[in-house]
């Protein structure tokens, strides 16, 4: 971010104007990092009835394609209810129809069961995503503990398609290749 100090101000109240807008800016920056992101969807998910202890953050996998290619991927929250990892979570601060598809391959992939919800924010805008059924709800609400516990009672555990595994692999490494795109 540039700061215009070429000006001087010619009062007080410029002075405190510019410095006001230059505060503003940067908590805009702010609150569009993933950090800030991540920290405000933990806090509603505690909210929500989950435990600290059920959340693993920043959570990595290392995805191997072939003999000679395997990288590392992450997601920035994942939901562990009964043992199973149940609701993977990316927290973007640029587009977040963009990260749609590598949600369903990071779901389909990391586990030895497909992860079945899956959810996308920016803080404005979120999707909620039934990855079993391809269902998307464009919403900011996540469920509760106790409603996602209902969800996944009725929910059997399996595997990915073995014939599309790889498709979703290359998918999944794609993304990887490009994370560090700031357009993303």
Do not use: H
């Amino acid at each position: 971010m540039e700061i215009p100090l070429n000006k001087v101000p010619e009062s007080p109240e410029e002075r405190e104007a510019l410095i006001g807008e230059i505060i503003k800016q940067q908590e805009e920056l702010f609150a569009q990092s993933i950090g800030y992101i991540q920290r405000l969807v933990i806090e509603n998910l505690i909210d929500k009835g989950y435990r600290l202890s059920e959340l693993e953050i920043n959570k990595n996998y290392e995805i191997i394609v072939s003999e000679k290619e395997k990288f590392v991927t992450s997601v920035d929250i994942l939901v562990i209810l009964d043992g199973k990892a149940v609701l993977a979570i990316k927290c973007t601060p640029a587009s977040i129809d963009s990260w749609q598809r590598f949600m369903f391959a990071f779901c389909r992939v990391v586990e030895s069961y497909q992860i079945p919800f899956a959810f996308i924010t920016d803080s404005k805008e979120g999707r909620f995503i039934d990855i079993l059924s391809g269902e998307i709800e464009e919403t900011m609400e996540i469920p509760s503990k106790n409603e996602l516990l209902r969800k996944i009672s009725t929910i059997e555990f399996t595997p990915y398609n073995k014939e599309k595994l790889p498709k979703e692999k290359r998918i999944l490494y794609a993304f990887d290749a490009i994370k560090c795109c700031p357009t993303l």
